[in-house]
């Protein structure tokens, strides 16, 4: 009798199973789910369907690992409205979820916490509120929790204490109140914990200043109070504390030393530790799993309930085997239907022994996930090649600052691509507004003394005529190299060519010979050595390369990177510079680049400001084939000065000389242009 409900249970089973054979693939289901939430709307998550597969590129920003199973689901910065679906519980193999830079609403749902094998939770920058789930604390496999820049309300739960591999807790900018636990001094691995502008209270346990790997603690603009552990001072700029009016210490720059007299600075406990009054200590160690209904009499072993355990284990047996059969006969169906993916699925396994980047499109920036044995040239501020620590700080920039800045490189933000680099608009936390490049470590110098050679001179390049490198990020986790530069607003003159329409586009001509000037300043600010600065040839002097300002000053951009380049990238670039003719001649016969390649490349810019277009090979230098009123903008209306034309055209056609030593200098160029040098 005691074997019905068995028989009765693999019945039920079977049934489910059917049931799910004829719905289809169940991540499928819970994808459709997750977006019928996120986009509700049927906006952006379009390529989403129910007849699509995941598993081979038809759902916008969704990755599978090589067991056909969802890991991935990228989607910051895609202007999402809606709320997160507990069905994101169902994607059980999922390692990254990636909400970040929308403005998704609602709670958190309780059920993410069944996503065991996450390891990137990235929700923050959106519209979330209510509390953060106590179950989040058994997410084990979590490295990265973001959920700052939100609404979100209640306490830290002492949960997250849990979390043993937990490298990144970002909370700050919502509304939590409460004390810090204490427990979050259990995070051996945490390098960065940041939990300001909440409306959090009480002292800041000592636990935090034991953490081992800790380098950023952040707790500003709260109402913290007590004693600040000296263990802290090891962070020097890595811990901040302002604005916390109650906070005192010795040896912090902006605190006073604690009032002995005050009975609550000295031995004020620490939240939710041994000593917190209010706070009864846990003698029940959390693994143990207690029935509510059990007293100590029933629970003592029996002889009945021996023999209960064998008659549950030859039930168990028995059922073992018929799930196996039954196993092998859903495979048999999911392979004969084609359900799901094409590949052939482990149902039963999740975790794989390969890395994750065989399926992981966007790890995260703060894990070394992908080159864990890759490169980080500044770790540890090593500089085989004299880039002092000094000039290393002041120009470094960390990955959240750029993911930040940037919106985690979201779309939108994209202003233009190249076969090496990608560059975002971004803003900084100041407030002002650049221009992020990266560039992946594929593209860079493989030596890594080499590649910070040519980062320092990077550095060193100051002047009004060059775009001006404002900081660089390297990071391992992603492989890439970030240099931040200052934005210039009105593009680059390349806009400025072939205007037909836009009369908005005309340069009129007191600017055509302004941004000329300007050219011819910042090239021989370049090919000129100084003490602290080395002569440089720019090798790729382009109208895409001239960006202008909001004063309507040419500004020079790329100046330096082939020094960060590997030598395969930097030729690759050369072919479109040889396309719309900017390539001096020799190079096709010594080549490299020389100072006289620049000026070449500066011959055919003018030709371009003079005449408005960018195609200006057919004009070469001889002594009757150019005039001034077949070569000027016909945009100009004739509004220009024919001698300063004339000299201009002069100028350009010396420089474009087919003989490289024929080429002026850019110094004699500056005095025909009648620049002090």
């Not at 937990?166 to 390098?191: E, F, H, Y």
């Not at 040239?377 to 000094?390: H, K, T, Y």
């Not at 395969?568 to 479109?576: E, I, N, P, Q, R």
């Not at 719309?580 to 000026?599: C, H, I, N, Q, W």
């Amino acid at each position: 009798m005691a074997l019905v409900p068995v028989f009765r249970f693999v019945l039920l089973f079977l049934l489910a199973v059917e049931l799910e054979l004829s719905w289809g693939n169940p991540e499928v289901r819970a994808l459709m789910e997750v977006k019928a939430a996120l986009d509700p709307e049927d906006r952006i998550l379009s390529s989403w369907t129910s007849e699509g597969d995941p598993c081979r590129g038809n759902f916008e920003g969704v990755a599978c690992n090589e067991h056909g199973k969802v890991a991935n689901i990228s989607l910051q910065g895609k202007g999402l409205t809606g709320s997160i679906s507990p069905a994101v519980a169902g994607l059980k193999c999922l390692s990254g979820l990636y909400l970040h830079y929308n403005a998704i609403s609602g709670k958190i749902p309780r059920e993410i916490a069944n996503l065991t094998e996450l390891s990137d939770l990235y929700l923050n920058v959106n519209n979330l509120s209510g509390s953060i789930p106590v179950e989040v604390g058994t997410m084990t496999s979590l490295q990265v929790l973001q959920l700052c820049y939100n609404q979100l309300t209640g306490s830290i739960p002492t949960q997250l204490g849990r979390l043993k591999k937990l490298s990144v807790l970002a909370l700050q900018s919502n509304q939590l109140s409460g004390a810090i636990p204490a427990s979050l001094g259990d995070l051996t691995q945490l390098t960065r914990l940041d939990l300001s502008f909440n409306r959090l209270f009480g002292s800041i346990p000592v636990k935090l200043a034991q953490i081992p790997q800790l380098t950023v603690l952040d707790v500003r603009n709260n109402s913290l109070s007590g004693n600040v552990p000296s263990g802290l001072r090891r962070l020097s700029g890595g811990f901040q504390y302002g604005n916390n009016k109650g906070l005192c210490g010795v040896g912090f720059a902006l605190l006073g030393v604690c009032d002995s007299d005050d009975p609550l600075m000295p031995n004020k406990p620490e939240p939710f530790g041994p000593d917190s009054r209010g706070f009864r200590p846990q003698q029940i160690p959390e693994s143990a799993n207690l029935n509510s209904n059990c007293n100590a009499s029933r629970c003592l072993n029996s002889p009945k309930s021996f023999s209960g355990t064998v008659i549950v284990g030859i039930v168990v047996v028995a059922v073992g085997v018929m799930v196996c059969g039954l196993f092998a006969f859903v495979w048999y169906r999911r392979r004969k239907q084609k359900i799901g993916s094409a590949l052939e699925v482990s149902n039963s396994r999740c975790s794989t022994d390969q890395p994750k980047e065989m399926f992981r499109k966007s790890a995260s920036p703060l894990i070394s996930l992908e080159y864990s044995n890759g490169w980080d040239p500044l770790a540890d501020g090593r500089s085989g090649v004299g880039f002092s620590q000094e000039v290393s700080q002041s120009f470094r920039f960390n990955l959240e600052e750029v993911e930040c800045a940037t919106q985690y490189f979201s779309e939108v933000n994209l202003l233009g691509k190249s076969n090496f680099a990608a560059t975002y608009k971004g803003i900084l936390r100041d407030g002002s507004i650049v221009a992020i490049k990266s560039i992946n470590k594929t593209s860079c110098k493989t030596e890594e003394a080499e590649f910070l050679k040519g980062l320092k001179l990077l550095t060193l390049l100051h002047h009004e005529n060059l775009i001006a490198l404002r900081g660089f990020c390297c990071s391992r986790g992603r492989g890439e190299c970030f240099l931040v530069y200052d934005f210039v607003t009105n593009g680059s003159l390349l806009q400025y060519l072939d205007v037909k329409d836009n009369a908005q586009r005309v340069l009129d001509w007191p600017t055509r010979v302004s941004i000329i000037k300007g050219i011819a300043k910042g090239i021989h600010y370049l090919h000129n050595s100084r003490p602290n600065k080395p002569s440089i040839v720019h090798q790729n002097i382009s109208a895409e390369k001239i960006l202008i300002d909001q004063h309507f000053a040419p500004r020079l951009s790329g100046s330096g990177l082939h020094k960060l380049l590997a030598d395969d990238v930097v030729f690759s670039t050369l072919k479109a510079s040889a396309a719309m003719g900017y390539l001096a001649p020799e190079y096709t016969t010594v080549g490299r680049f020389t100072e006289k390649s620049d000026v070449y490349s500066f011959g055919v810019v003018i030709f371009q400001i003079l005449t408005g277009k960018t195609n200006v090979t057919q004009l070469r230098p001889g002594p009757d084939s150019i005039k001034l009123e077949d070569t000027l903008d016909e945009n100009l209306h004739g509004n220009f000065s024919k001698p300063e034309a004339a000299k201009l055209v002069g100028i350009a056609m010396i420089c474009m000389s087919e003989m490289a030593n024929q080429r002026p200098t850019m110094e004699a160029v500056l005095q025909q242009l009648s620049i002090s040098c």
